[in-house]
């Protein structure tokens, strides 16, 4: 008799009749298993039957899974994974929409189970559902106007059925036809569309760019942002969810600058920078929903962190103290804090003079080098990032800018807080902590909506937390050996938003 660990009771459950209580041996072969059950009903031919779940799984239970199967659990007798692939591959192709509604309806629900899955794909199923895709839409076309709500059922269950089949990764997405992507890219971009084959559409098109650099290249050339900028501004929050994820896919995808010179490239990061798409996501979606789903605030991380991204490039470039532009910089920053109206004249006794006058100010700017600041600029991370900070709290929040100059520039010197110093640590604490660079993570759905607020929200966000910094320096009466302690504590106290929370950057609107 075998142990009580190999013995799982169960209820099975066949049409017409009553439940079966039986004992399953796990180590029976479940072929002989089926046939015992078939035997009990008087049913020939038990190849042809399998048992699944009777819950709203419907999941077939096979060698590989048998094992999970718990006392208690209700089984059904059903026709075999092969046998119901056969059946559907027909009725699918029946010349009655009635039939042929209810037959696609089944596939989209069996199609979960990826056992019934792989007997459809051996079927050359997925084939089979691109081109009632691809020309079917056309075929029905003529009959939408009197049975339209038919129609939407019956590409929706379509739809849903690839998907299905799709995310079993049995298929890879790069066989499919331009023709395909062009019909599916059509749905997205009508005007009015059922909702389910617009959320269906949007899902195939984020798995192609996903999966397949080269359908990436085909969706790019069908589909644009501001094409599904629209789906945003609607209330269904599922479909806001499928168009971030499509456009973060985009970008995700896009060909990087560094190795390649893309038009897409660059036109995606252009219109990621755009107050329309910001101010949407703003509006449509973080403040108008009551309640922000995990799925979308795993988006709205994602695409966080992808437009933060765009600010690698100058994270790692480093300075180049002989480049003219990038050390005007410098002199604009001096001449912004100090607003030197009159200097030395140009001439061969007033250099030394210049040169003094000139590092006096850039340690009253706190940079580490007084002579040459351009070399402050030659560490990466944080790079030419920090100079770009600078500048932008310098020329749009000129008042604090030069305030927090002139207040350093009359303490002494041991209280004095390094404004060049501090920016640069600033700046890299924040790649750091906003993960500049670095891919998204698959789990994470940590967003900022302050962020969504302000179109140069990095640079913005630097400005409060420099000032922040500059506030606790004076609070704490710090010195330059409290450095890395005032720094600290503005990381860990008041200096960042709390995940998930709107923080206005309202100084700044």
């Not at 459809?120 to 339209?148: A, C, H, P, W």
Request: with cysteine; aromatic share 8%; proline share 4%.
């Amino acid at each position: 008799m075998p142990p009580p660990a190999d013995i799982v009771k169960v209820a099975i459950e066949w049409p017409g009749a009553y439940p079966k209580l039986m004992e399953i041996d796990q180590k029976k072969p479940l072929s002989a298993i089926i046939k015992e059950v078939c035997d009990g009903w008087s049913l020939a031919n038990h190849e042809y039957f399998a048992l699944q779940h009777a819950d709203s799984s419907n999941f077939y239970i096979t060698e590989k899974n048998r094992n999970e199967i718990k006392n208690g659990t209700i089984l059904r007798l059903t026709t075999s994974p092969a046998q119901n692939a056969q059946q559907l591959h027909e009725r699918i192709q029946s010349s009655s929409m009635d039939a042929k509604l209810e037959a696609l309806k089944d596939l989209a629900s069996l199609s979960r189970d990826v056992t019934f899955a792989q007997e459809f794909i051996n079927l050359d199923g997925i084939s089979l559902l691109t081109q009632m895709v691809e020309s079917g839409t056309e075929r029905y076309q003529k009959l939408q106007k009197i049975m339209k709500p038919c129609f939407g059922d019956m590409l929706s269950f379509t739809l849903t059925a690839f998907v299905e089949l799709m995310d079993h990764g049995i298929v890879s997405w790069d066989t499919f036809s331009v023709a395909f992507i062009k019909k599916i890219a059509s749905f997205v971009n009508k005007s009015a569309i059922d909702i389910s084959i617009l959320q269906r559409s949007l899902a195939i098109l984020e798995s192609m760019v996903l999966n397949s650099h080269d359908l990436y290249q085909k969706v790019a050339q069908e589909i644009t942002i501001g094409q599904l900028i629209p789906h945003l501004q609607g209330s269904d929050q599922e479909i806001q969810t499928y168009t971030i994820a499509v456009i973060n896919a985009l970008f995700l995808k896009a060909p990087d600058e560094r190795r390649q010179v893309s038009c897409i490239s660059l036109e995606m990061a252009n219109i990621l920078a755009q107050k329309q798409l910001r101010s949407i996501i703003l509006t449509h979606v973080i403040r108008a929903q009551r309640a922000i789903n995990n799925e979308m605030a795993h988006q709205l991380y994602v695409l966080q962190v992808l437009t933060f991204n765009l600010l690698e490039d100058r994270m790692m470039t480093k300075m180049d103290p002989q480049d003219q532009a990038q050390r005007d910089i410098i002199f604009e920053l001096r001449r912004i804090a100090f607003d030197a109206e009159s200097e030395p004249n140009n001439s061969s006794g007033s250099m030394e003079k210049r040169k003094s006058m000139y590092t006096r100010d850039y340690k009253k700017l706190g940079f580490i080098n007084h002579v040459n600041p351009a070399m402050d600029f030659t560490q990466t991370p944080p790079g030419m990032l920090a100079l770009d900070n600078m500048l932008y709290f310098a020329k749009h929040h000129q008042d604090a800018y030069i305030r927090i100059v002139l207040e350093n520039s009359s303490r002494e010197d041991k209280h004095e807080c390094p404004f060049g110093r501090s920016s640069i640590e600033l700046t890299k604490m924040l790649c750091e902590i906003l993960k500049v660079g670095e891919l998204p993570s698959e789990t994470c759905n940590d967003f900022h909506p302050m962020f969504f607020t302000h179109d140069r929200s990095f640079e913005e966000f630097f400005c409060i937390c420099i000032q922040l910094l500059n506030k606790t320096w004076k609070e704490m009466r710090a010195t330059s050996e409290d450095f890395n302690k005032v720094m600290w504590i503005s990381d860990r106290g008041r200096g960042f938003p709390q995940q998930n929370q709107e923080n206005d950057l309202s100084f700044t609107q």
